[in-house]
């Protein structure tokens, strides 16, 4: 399996504000993925991050709201836009090497939003 | 209707028993994988097991098994010899065949299980 990190690890953001958060990973990657887990709930998949085209995002998901880039095969990033105390949750990335292989998740990002 | 239904919202074990976490779906999909993930408190999501829908046999991987039962839609998750560290939040999920196995996952709620000692 892949070596994931995200960065950063937590943060504390004002609402109004937008967070990036830096998703790595260690061998080039066929997929990855932004997953929300809000707080004692399970997780929701956000969108697919694909590598120089526009991410494919799950219904209930935004473009402007959750803006997403993924320049290469190893490197992605997530903005949460317009924070709001809602927006409170984990945010995790999700990589599979190939297509129909099984994930594996990053670290997490915790964000909370005052 | 939901797709991962994991009944058991919280499961209380004797250390060294054997524990086994139910896990429902719903998909009309031919071609669909079935996974387990570990939550401890740190947060980290663990990878333990993975069944294909075309595997003929049950998935094992140490003292972890997965009780596959096509016909039920089932896909159970059995421990063995359960330990303290086993503590932690077990999560369901399904990637459907759709999109050449490209998609996403769909997570059930959860079942949090406590070993004691």
């Known amino acids: 399996s892949a070596v994931i990190s995200q960065k950063p690890s937590r943060d504390i953001c004002q609402r109004g504000t937008s967070l990036t958060i830096q998703c790595q990973v260690d061998?080039?990657?066929?997929?990855m993925f932004w997953y929300r887990q809000q707080p004692g709930q399970s997780l929701t998949l956000i969108a697919t991050?694909?590598?120089?085209?526009?991410?494919?995002?799950e219904s209930g998901f935004v473009i402007d709201k959750f803006p997403i880039s993924r320049p290469n095969l190893t490197f992605s990033t997530l903005t949460v836009s317009n924070l709001s105390p809602e927006d409170s949750s984990i945010y995790l990335c999700?990589?599979?090497?190939?297509?129909?292989?099984?994930?594996?998740f990053g670290p997490g990002t915790r964000l909370l939003v005052l | 209707a939901q797709k991962i239904t994991q009944t058991q919202p919280g499961m209380f074990v004797q250390e060294k028993e054997a524990v086994t976490l139910d896990c429902t779906y719903d998909?009309?999909?031919?071609?669909?994988?079935l996974f387990w993930y570990k939550q401890p408190s740190s947060g980290e999501m663990i990878f333990l097991i993975y069944?294909?829908?075309?595997?003929?046999q049950n998935a094992t991987e140490g003292r972890y098994s997965l009780n596959f039962q096509k016909a039920r839609k089932s896909a159970n998750l059995v421990i063995s010899a359960s330990q303290l560290g086993d503590s932690a939040m077990y999560f369901c999920?399904?990637?459907?065949?759709?999109?050449?196995?490209?998609?996403?996952?769909?997570f059930g709620k959860g079942t949090h299980l406590i070993i004691q000692p």
């Open positions: 061998s080039q990657v066929t997929m």
């Open positions: 069944q294909g829908s075309y595997d003929q």
């Open positions: 991050a694909n590598q120089g085209s526009e991410a494919t995002y």
């Open positions: 998909t009309s999909d031919p071609s669909y994988g």
């Open positions: 999920a399904m990637r459907e065949g759709g999109g050449g196995g490209a998609d996403g996952l769909t």
């Open positions: 999700s990589v599979a090497l190939r297509i129909g292989e099984t994930q594996y």
